[in-house]
């Protein structure tokens, strides 16, 4: 059963995963200024660069998902920059007993995305992606 589930539910996988990125990714950029005033909070040098870059690799990432195109490096990409923001925004151990429990939900979040992220680096887009039409393309033919 499951080897038969086995392209939708990575296509799935991949559209789930994008629908954390994307949107975020556009946010920053239609609220660029408040994506720079938040970057610049936590004491980021550079915060507008931060920003572009964050931006980028969320709405470069999420359409990578998508399509499923260079989708082991967008994976790595993402699961990267998702652990740093983890650290650098989601440090439930150096705030406030208050805002500890939902600061934790979050770190702790984005780290499951991470290991979603780098199970699909690891295993690839599946046969519904632009990589998975490349792969097939490629195949020795067994005539």
Request: proline fraction near 4%; hydrophobic fraction near 60%.
């Amino acid at each position: 059963m499951f080897d038969t589930l086995k392209n939708p539910f990575a296509l799935v996988g991949r559209l789930l995963l994008a629908s954390l990125f994307l949107p975020a990714g556009i946010g920053k950029l239609t609220g660029f200024a408040g994506t720079v005033a938040y970057i610049s909070s936590a004491g980021l040098p550079v915060p507008a660069l931060a920003a572009v870059a964050a931006l980028l690799v969320e709405i470069g990432g999420g359409i990578a998902l998508i399509a499923g195109a260079g989708t082991r490096l967008a994976a790595l990409i993402l699961a990267f920059f998702t652990l740093v923001a983890s650290f650098v925004f989601h440090a439930y151990w150096a705030v406030p007993a208050a805002q500890q429990y939902v600061t934790q939900l979050l770190f702790f979040k984005n780290i499951a995305v991470a290991g979603g992220l780098l199970t699909l680096a690891a295993w690839g887009a599946g046969a519904w992606s632009i990589d998975g039409r490349g792969a097939a393309n490629h195949r020795p033919s067994s005539e």
